[in-house]
């Protein structure tokens, strides 16, 4: 978002290195069926960015030449995306496990009926939006209705296995904070909505991810127009933990936009801060090197993902290794 970037750049930052790549995260568009206020992607109906055929067709070998075991793929919402299943397909006989950063709402979409059984037939990770366990909270960030479609959406996936222990199929939840806040201790949060969850609806999942809401686009204007974003930034910086630096998702990840160029993280994408490296990297360059030991390009909302107990794409991070 370009009214906040200087701001944002303002901040100071610890230097940052990449590791071994692990996880190629693909937004495939920014197409999607909802327009929630807490957005950093700005994704909505009204958007066509897709990604092409020709840099979908990329994906598979970069991660088959690089040896990536997860692939992570987000939009909009990334289902929308004609060549969604094909890709997912492909990954799968390479052997890759599958991430799909889901609004649980697309299941309900005409022409996506067949959804949730796709996903589980090919065996893939649901990471699922959802902000809140009241119907008030949620309806309030997604729009109304939203809290609804989304508990008869897992109850589908319930159905079908996921969340269900010993099937393997993975159905973790995303809790983001209401506003400029920052969002509680994940176990006892996780605690809460499953008490709610399963006692109102009977919903089980596996996880949840208790993530920051980052300073950028659509909720970067929403805390500019309540003048507000000052605040969130000196509170972020405030409760900036040394510890969580080891554990941020950008080192092992790359991200890619819709036009297949490269990020260290689907913040730095919207903030249009490319990946290091000689002009602007693109994912036909993965097939030549793999970025280790790179600079990762800081800013100061890079202390979303490391304040209080830290949170990136994966949750808390202190539960890195067991999400």
Known sequence: MRDTLPLLDLTEFPPLRRDRLDTLQVNLGYKCNMKCVHCHVAAGPH????????TLALIPRVLQARGIGTLDLTGGAPEMHSGFRALVREAR?????V???????????PGHEDLAAFLAENRVEIVASLPCYAMENVDKQRGKGSFDKSIVALQQLNALGYGKPGSGLMLNLVYNPQGPSLPPPQDELEAAYRRELHGHFGIE?????????MPIKRFGDYLI???QFHDYMKLL???FSADNLASVMCKNLISVDWQG???DCDFNQQLGLPLAGEGRPHLESLLREDYVGCPIRVAGHCHGCTAGQGSSCGGALDHKESS
């Not at 066509?48 to 020709?54: A, G, L």
């Not at 991430?99 to 979409?109: A, G, K, S």
């Open 237 to 239: 910086k405030n409760n």
């Open 205 to 213: 999942f596996n996880r949840l991810f208790a993530l920051a809401n």
């Open 93 to 97: 006989k390479l052997g890759v496990k």
């Open 225 to 227: 127009s309540k003048r």
């Open 99 to 109: 991430i799909d950063r889901c609004n649980l709402t697309i299941l309900l979409e």
């Open 261 to 263: 160029y490269l990020y």
């Open 47 to 54: 958007r066509t960015e897709m990604m092409d055929r020709q």
